[in-house]
Structure formats: C-alpha cells, structure tokens
C-alpha cells in the first residue's frame, strides 16, 4: 500500500491530481464531520442524460484516488434540486399540456406525464438512482424537498435571514439594473397556489425568522423560511448547500464556472470554507451543440448501454474532461476498442503507469481481464458482410478465427457481439453507400483475388497484413491510405474499416475471395 501510495501522491492522472488538492485542505488533520463529503447536483426538469451520469462518474473517480491517498472516511451525495419551480416543457416527455397548467410548481408537485410516480420530480429522480445504480456507484441521495421540508437547511436558511444583506450585495453585483429592483435570494411557495414566486421582499425579518412580500395578484403574506416554504434562488442554494452539508469537493460544468465566485461568496458569508471544485468541458451533440436534459439532444444512458457496455461509457467519460467533447453514436465503437486496448496493457504496466491507466479509476484498482479477442470494429465489419441477424451468426466466424473463444469463456466478447449486431442494424447499415472500383482498384482487387486463392500462409493475420499492403505497393497507391479506402468503400460501403489483414483472419479466406468477386461484378452497388 505505501508504494502504492507514493506513487499515487505523484501521479499526474487528473483524478489524483484533484484527490491532493482536497487532501490539502485537511492536512494531517481528518475534518470535524469525521469524513471528507464529495457532492454533486442534478437539476430534474427533464431525464438525467449522460452528461448527468459523468458527473457522478468522474467525482466518484476523485474519490476512489482521494482513498488511495488518505485514510479519512469519506461519502459521496447525489443532490436531486427538485424543488425547482417547472419552467419550461421538456420537449421530450408525453402529455405536454398538461405539464403546462403546472408550470412554476416545484418538480415534486407536478404530476408525473408518465403516470409511474407521485411526482415528475419523483420520476427523473428514480431514473437517476436507476442509472446510478446500474453502474454500482456508493452515494446518498438526497432530495431538495426532504432538505427543505424536513428542517435539515433550517438552520442556514435562518442565517441567510441574518446575513440577507451580505448575500444580497453578492448577488446584485452580478445583475442587471432591472434586475436588480426585483430580485431576492429567497423564492417563497405560495401557500395556495403552490407555485414558486420570483417576487421582491417587502421585509425580511431575521429576529422571527420571516420574510414577507406581495403574490402576483398584491396579496401580502408573511412566511417563514424554515420548513420547506421558502426555497433558495438556484445560485444562493448552490453555495448555500455548500455550507449546510460542508461539501469538500464538487465537480460542475463549464456553463457554471462563471458563477463559482458567487457560489464561493455565499458559502463564506454563511462561515463555511467553500469545496475545492473542478470545471469540466461541455459535453456536444452531432452538430456541435451542447447538450440538454431538456431538448434531449444527446444521448441517454440507456441508449449507449443498449450498444456498448457500461466500461466502455466509463472510458469514454475519463478522457480529458477538460475538453469539450462530441456525444454520438459514432464515438461507440472507439471508445469499446480503446478501452480493452488499456485492460490488456494493464498488468504489464508499472504502478506508475497503471494509476494513469484509465481502467485503474473505471475500476477503482482492480480492473478485470479482457478477453476481446477480436476488436469490436472487426465485429461490426463481420457483422456487415455476414448478413448476422444475431450474435450467433457471428460466432462460426470467431471460432475460427480464435478456436479457443466461447460465450461462456469469453463473456466481454459474447456481450460486444451482440451489441455489435445491434449496431450494424441500427446505425451501419441504414448509412452505407457502396460504390464501383476504378480501373485500377480493380487490378489490384483481382491481383489481391489471385494472391489470396494461393495462400498457403494460414489465418494469420499480421503476414495476410503484409500480403495486403504488398498488392497496395505493386499498383502504385499513393498514398498507401487511398488503397485501403478502396476496399472499405468498395467491400464494406464505408469510408473506414478495420486492419485487413485482421478481417480477412476473421472473415475467411475464401469467404473474402468471393466477396471481392461479388463487388467487382457490380453486385454490391445494385
């Protein structure tokens, strides 16, 4: 463990890197709650979508490298602002209109449009766990109703009473004039209505604990804050929050380190040294835009998990959080390969370079043993000349590739087949476009015909590499790119494809001699 240690209070992974810095603020010294408190927030006014995920993903990262490092306890909640007032329809929930008559009602009073749960609040926050879970992550949910209602914020909802007018002065140096004659960090429930009210404080009594002010239609009420009446303006809550629970360490997006200094404020002027906090890149959808629970234009968990496994969105989500990242279908298929290419240089690897292995933190430490013995690129390609309607159709084909492979033997590479016959279906084939060969792609393909109906070198697909790349030489491509491009595009219907050499190993010698025959006789593109 000590050199397991030392090496980690080096390593420049990024979630070690972040694992010191909240170790620093603690020193030798464990903090007075007995444990170091990681947080992270989700906003429920649509279906938590991957971004959402990654968040608890990579905070639990930092965790993970933060125990490695240190033997304070610690504790991860996953904090549900439910409490929000509805401000929009989600685009992509049933029953729009009659999520609209319910507009500004906190998410936890709105009906749920699916009819499962009590509430809508209540449905995205179930979808949550249920994702969460999926993945086997250790956290404490906490929703902002129960905060609210049950009196867990009450005693700093009582101090922001004390302390409005330091919280205010944060708060209306960030804001337009206009906005400024308006604005009060507390939000209170209407107590007919429901609905949460933006409306200015005509007095905030911090002796009684009250605030008091005008509903839309000029009704004065007077309510305290305590007890889930009176909700916290988001940026407010968030610093807040901060100070109730006393959050070492959260994790948000780039659309918020803008407000960090607010969030910081706050959390000071309530006496509570604010978390150490780390701002991730964007998460952007096929067009380059960022994506949104509530358009739902990324994608969802259950939509990379019905193509790829849940190790593979784990990798996806380690990489450079610090750049911003394209979310679609396409990145599926690198991410599987990528990420068994790190589990199978793992044990040769030095501690060092183990804890900078990505699999190190997907798997806190004890990452599994691939046994993809064929890439899940060539799985997809197999999967698009074999015509494969399941993964069975896939699997005479491997045998014969690795005698040794079986389901039961091989279950990372039993899952990835059927997924990639899911994908083929679904995103492959409906986008390929065949074409003819050149004059002179065409002598090299009956050339490549010719020197494969005499091979004698077996399936081994580092010479059928060779042989490949000789065929390629012979008829003057240049560059040597172009003469691989032919054959994806003129044997697959795509503009990239495998190693293949690797393919022809998988697919079969003959089965490829009559797949170029079939192409060069125009079979394909009819």
Request: proline share 6%.
């Amino acid at each position: 463990m000590s050199s397991l240690r030392d090496a980690a209070m080096c390593s420049k992974a990024w979630p070690f890197e972040e694992a010191r810095r909240v170790l620093k603020r603690y020193g030798k010294a464990p903090p007075e709650k007995g444990y170091v408190l990681f947080e992270t927030g989700y906003g429920p006014s649509g279906l938590p979508h991957i971004g959402t995920f990654g968040e608890v993903q990579r905070t639990t990262m930092v965790r993970r490298a933060f125990e490695i490092i240190s033997d304070i306890p610690t504790k991860l909640i996953c904090f549900s602002d439910d409490l929000d007032g509805m401000r929009k329809v989600p685009d992509n929930v049933p029953h729009p209109e009659m999520l609209r008559e319910h507009l500004q009602r906190p998410l936890t009073s709105v009906p749920d449009p699916f009819g499962e749960y009590q509430s809508f609040g209540d449905h995205n926050n179930a979808m949550l766990r249920r994702f969460l879970d999926t993945f086997g992550f250790e956290y404490e949910f906490i929703s902002a109703t129960e905060f609210y209602k049950s009196g867990r914020f009450d005693e700093i909802l009582l101090r922001c009473c004390e302390r409005y007018d330091a919280i205010m002065e944060i708060m209306l140096a960030s804001l337009r004039e206009e906005r400024q004659q308006t604005y009060s960090c507390f939000l209170p429930l209407h107590p007919e209505t429901g609905r949460v009210l933006y409306v200015p404080m005509k007095e905030v009594n911090a002796k009684d604990g009250t605030i008091t002010f005008d509903d839309e239609d000029g009704k004065e009420w007077t309510l305290p804050v305590t007890g889930g009446q009176v909700k916290l303006q988001w940026k407010p809550d968030f610093g807040a929050r901060w100070a109730a629970l006393g959050v070492d360490f959260e994790m948000y997006g780039k659309d918020h380190s803008t407000n960090t200094p607010i969030y910081d404020g706050i959390c000071r002027v309530l006496g509570v040294r604010p978390p150490e906090h780390f701002t991730y890149e964007l998460f952007l959808d096929e067009q380059g835009q960022k994506i949104s629970k509530s358009k739902g234009n990324g994608l969802t968990i259950d939509e990379w998990l019905t193509y790829a496994s849940t190790e593979s969105l784990g990798y996806f989500m380690y990489q450079k959080p610090k750049t911003a990242k394209r979310l679609w279908w396409d990145v599926i298929p690198k991410a599987v390969d990528e990420y068994h290419q790190q589990l199978r240089a793992f044990p040769e690897q030095t501690v060092e370079q183990q804890l900078a292995n990505p699999v190190w933190h997907i798997h806190g430490g004890q990452p599994p043993v691939s046994d993809m013995v064929v890439p899940f690129a060539m799985l997809l390609n197999l999967a698009s000349v074999a015509g494969a309607q399941d993964k069975s159709g896939l699997w005479g084909f491997i045998r014969r590739y690795a005698p040794d492979a079986t389901p039961e033997a091989n279950p990372q590479l039993d899952q990835a087949a059927e997924f990639a016959v899911r994908y083929f279906r679904d995103f492959v084939a409906p986008t390929r476009k065949f074409r003819a060969p050149s004059a002179k792609e065409r002598a090299a393909m009956e050339d490549l015909v010719g020197r494969l109906k005499v091979w004698d070198g077996g399936l081994d697909a580092e010479a059928l590499q060779s042989m490949v790349f000789a065929v390629g030489r012979a008829h003057e491509f240049e560059p040597l790119r172009d003469w691989f491009t032919a054959l994806y595009e003129v044997l697959l219907g795509a503009s990239q494809g495998p190693r293949f050499g690797g393919f022809i190993a998988l697919f079969g010698i003959d089965e490829t001699v009559t797949l170029i025959e079939r192409a060069l006789q125009g079979e394909m593109v009819a």
